[in-house]
């Protein structure tokens, strides 16, 4: 039997309302009674922040009066305007999930309070194959004010969605169900698979208890909000340089070469345990929210693992060898985020440390082909004489603090026609922003060596040390 993806409209595959869209394409066709209302901003505002109540819905429930005389034909016409802006206005991770619902073979559905005639031509343009909302009573062409049925809010939701479901012959029991709000409870609770969107208070309580699963569609999958902020922009007030000037002190150049907003992949190269600080610093600086790949080993962590994932990590097992990482990266960049990562994916060891040439991994080059975004390269030096391998913790070092530099260079130019030699591209890009040092060849000494290994390491340490390309990162 088959199975349905429904969606709510306001507040879950959009950010906020819909409702001054459709108010200003019918005021634009010259239809009556469609002038904005009065403190309209501040209704909007708080239904954005909060949600909706019942002391908000009662102007909808008798919104269709306002349609009286309203030609059907002169209102779709409008509505098919104001569709093709909301499908500009859909969430960033909203494509991805009809996407994927459509790939799995389930019907897509859009299940709202607002009237048919509004929302029809929106469900058509994003090739949903029902929409179920209130229903305006027409006659002769001609708008009624009258409805026709029900006022699909709250349980009455429920009722159509189910009534759809039996003529469609679709189990809800299998299906999924997409809402911010607690008064489509009823409706969440009916199917298998509820998620809550950007919840409002009571339905974010209500999902803790019943175990329900809450997404931003803002940001990409597990990463969480407080008080409408991620936790990284709560934390970007204490991401400041002076904050670990025991530690080092830093110099950050080319700051601007990370886009404002919008997709981009950050590469680095890979020096210390102290380089994810680092780029941590330099994302607060450019003002970005970032997604990075990280070992499973973080992620099983009691307690870190869970903010890791929280804070938009994605998990890497690297023996598996599978691509998971890598799509649900590429849905992060393509869902318009900023990813960090090292192409190398682990600190070089031995003699490949003092390398003149950076060695990658293609993970990078992959991603840049997927999903067109920007590669931006970072170059770091001096992160390992704070943080060495050979070191269990950081170095504190009261005076003489070595110095840090962050050095972020223009995009680098990209063939997608090859990962191996855009790969190249990348790590030689990184190594033209290092000092001029990083280039020469170097006869590291035995102790030299010793810091570029784990504690307690025992084998040769000018061992060249075998490491295969992959996607680790």
């Known amino acids: 039997m088959p199975t349905a993806a429904i969606f709510d409209l306001d507040r879950t595959l959009i950010s906020g309302s819909s409702t001054p869209i459709f108010q200003r394409h019918l005021a634009d066709a010259g239809l009556a009674g469609s002038a904005t209302i009065p403190l309209g901003d ?12 019942w002391v908000m819905m009662q102007p909808a429930r008798l919104g269709g009066r306002a349609a009286a005389g309203w030609a059907v034909d002169e209102v779709a016409a409008a509505m098919a305007d104001a569709a093709d802006e909301l499908v500009s206005m859909l969430q960033p991770f909203a494509t991805a999930i009809i996407d994927q619902h459509r790939e799995a073979g389930r019907a897509l559905v859009l299940a709202t309070t607002s009237p048919e005639p509004f929302v029809g031509p929106l469900a058509e343009r994003l090739g949903f194959d029902d929409a179920v909302a209130t229903r305006w009573q027409h006659v002769d062409g001609v708008y009624t004010g009258q409805l026709d049925g029900p006022f699909l809010w709250g349980r009455a939701k429920l009722e159509a969605v189910r009534e759809w479901a039996d003529a469609n012959h679709v189990r809800l029991g299998g299906s999924y169900a997409y809402s911010d709000s607690y008064f489509d409870a009823p409706l969440l609770s009916e ?47 204490f991401m400041r340089p002076e904050l670990v000037a025991p530690i ?24 210390s345990y102290f380089d ?48 998971e990482p890598l799509e649900k990266a590429a849905d992060a960049v393509i869902g318009g985020e900023l990813l960090m990562m090292a192409p190398q994916g682990t600190i070089p060891r031995g003699p490949a440390f003092f390398d003149p040439e950076l060695k990658g991994r ?9 999903t067109r975004a920007p590669v931006i390269p970072v170059g770091l030096w001096g992160t390992e004489k704070v943080w060495p391998r050979s070191a269990r913790l950081p170095n504190i070092a009261l005076r003489d603090r070595p ?5 972020v260079g223009e995009p680098v130019e990209l063939l997608y026609e090859d990962p191996d030699d855009d790969t190249k591209r990348i790590m030689a890009a990184i190594m033209e922003l290092l000092p001029p040092e990083a280039r020469e060849h170097h006869e590291p000494t035995d102790e030299e060596l010793a810091r570029t290994f784990p504690p307690g390491y025992a084998g040769d340490p000018r061992a060249e040390v075998d490491r295969r390309p992959g996607t680790d990162t």
């Open 403 to 407: 110095t840090i530099t962050v050095t």
């Open 276 to 323: 994810p600080s680092a780029v941590g610093l330099l994302a607060a600086k450019a003002g970005r929210n970032v997604r990075s790949l990280g070992k499973k080993e973080v992620f099983d962590a009691p307690l870190i693992g869970t903010l890791a994932k929280w804070a938009g990590g994605i998990r890497v097992e690297r023996a598996s060898g599978s691509d």
């Open 42 to 53: 501040a209704f909007f505002g708080f239904y954005e922040r909060f949600g909706e109540n």
């Open 362 to 370: 293609w993970g990078a080059a992959r991603l840049a082909a997927m």
């Open 248 to 271: 080092a002190s830093f110099e950050f150049h080319g700051v601007e070469n990370i886009p404002s907003s919008g997709s981009a992949i950050v590469v680095f190269n890979h020096r």
């Open 191 to 237: 199917v298998g698979h509820p998620v809550a969107v950007k919840p409002d208070v009571s339905l974010r309580a209500l999902a803790a208890v019943r175990g329900w699963p809450v997404r931003h569609l803002d940001v990409a999958d597990g990463v969480a909000k407080v008080a409408g902020r991620e936790l990284q922009e709560w934390s970007r007030p």
